[in-house]
């Protein structure tokens, strides 16, 4: 069995989701610009999926 990731969910998910993590496991090095910065990357490399999940259906 193989999961799908479906970007049109992850993508909008993905700095909230960041932010939870980080004010969670690195309260004292949580910064919103810290965060901000991640979930930029995140959001970057999931766009780099796109083409590629829409030939599959999805990414795995």
Do not use: C, W
């Amino acid at each position: 069995m193989s999961a799908v990731l479906d970007l049109d969910k992850a993508i909008p998910a993905t700095p909230a989701a960041v932010h939870q993590a980080l004010r969670k496991t690195m309260p004292g090095r949580y910064t919103p610009e810290l965060a901000d910065r991640i979930a930029a990357d995140i959001v970057a490399r999931f766009d780099q999926l796109r083409p590629l999940a829409g030939q599959n259906g999805g990414t795995q």
